[in-house]
């Protein structure tokens, strides 16, 4: 259940710390926390001392708020989310979404570490998302009582991430586009789960960003999408998968990334 009060006691304490309200949020994936180290006059903010924000648990996802000014824009970044692997409730991996809205932020940009199902993709690609696959998860952040104040009893998923934003984007990037399969995790899948996902369309597979983008567009923030594929999915290539992996790719993209994160804050 998604907590009103408790939402307002969090943000109340980043506002009093932070002293402006910043206009766009971003969630930084496994290892493209680095992107928080660029912003201007940062104010960082643990997240162990944010009253009822959950603590980040996974090697890459360092815990800290951080705000400031980045590329000239007034953001808010998360220098690592929180998985319902690491045993979160949807409802509680998504508290820090709404905590941004309760603080002034409009416009999301969510990444991730994903593996590559498309086969036209490769590691290294960025690739903006264009749709989300959620269902096989069975898990939706938005079960339970819903408070009006924050959105509607039932969300229109239609447009999931933001068409404005992602053609101005495309209008100066020429970037591949895919769709995003959701998994629990914290296993990867096996050989025969990718070959059913990439039936129902699937192009990317990880074990975030769907609740996000749930949650987001339940409070009408308007939501980009990036995925760095840092590995192709089991069973594309006959190699063995691990994190330290996704986390090395991941560092050898951090110009290309940067650039694109640029890009897509100039835009709006």
Not at 59 to 80: I, P
Not at 234 to 256: N, W
């Amino acid at each position: 259940m998604i907590d009103y009060k408790k939402i307002k006691e969090a943000a109340d304490y980043i506002r009093e710390k932070a002293g402006f309200k910043p206009k766009i949020g971003l969630i930084l994936g496994s290892g493209l926390g680095f992107m928080a180290d660029e912003i201007e006059n940062p104010i960082v903010i643990d997240y162990k001392d944010i009253p009822n924000f959950p603590v980040s648990t996974v090697f890459g996802h360092e815990g800290k708020l951080v705000m400031g000014k980045l590329f000239g824009k007034d953001v808010v970044a998360m220098k690592g989310r929180f998985h319902t692997y690491e045993g979160y409730e949807p409802s509680i991996v998504v508290f820090p979404v709404y905590v941004m809205k309760e603080i002034g932020v409009e416009r999301l940009l969510i990444t991730n570490a994903a593996g590559g199902i498309n086969k036209g993709f490769e590691p290294g690609d960025v690739i903006l998302i264009k749709d989300i696959i959620s269902l096989l998860s069975f898990r939706n952040p938005l079960r339970g009582p819903n408070d009006e104040r924050l959105g509607p009893r039932f969300p229109d998923m239609s447009h999931p991430f933001d068409r404005e934003w992602m053609n101005k984007l495309k209008e100066k990037m020429n970037l591949k586009e895919g769709t995003y399969i959701w998994t629990l995790g914290p296993s990867y899948e096996t050989p025969a789960e990718i070959r059913a996902f990439d039936k129902l369309g699937a192009d990317l597979v990880g074990m975030s960003t769907a609740p996000e983008v749930i949650a987001a567009n339940h409070i009408g923030l308007k939501v980009l999408g990036l995925s760095c594929v840092t590995n192709m999915a089991a069973g594309i290539l006959d190699v063995p998968l691990s994190h330290e992996d996704v986390m090395r790719v991941a560092d050898k993209v951090k110009g290309k990334f940067a650039k694109i994160v640029r890009v897509a804050l100039e835009v709006v």
